[in-house]
């Protein structure tokens, strides 16, 4: 049996990723939402049909090791 205490994953897909967008606009994600939320980006390529913060924040991501 699961703990009730435990939270599910955090995970960002197709079908959760606008609304897992407004919630980082709202800074609602801890820092490991964000950047499983950035490896989302990543993976997806949608980093290029973002505004420009999202690509800098992405690249500064890959640069520290975050994101890969």
Known sequence: PQDPDLEPP???TDNNFLSVMIDY???DLDDEQVITLFQYIHDNGKAEHL???YGR????LIGVGYVR
């Not at 924040?57 to 500064?60: A, D, E, F, G, R």
Request: avoid cysteine; aromatic fraction near 16%.
């Open 57 to 60: 924040t992405l690249n500064y």
């Open 25 to 27: 606009e709202l800074g």
């Open 51 to 53: 505004q420009g913060h």
């Open 10 to 12: 955090f995970i960002v």
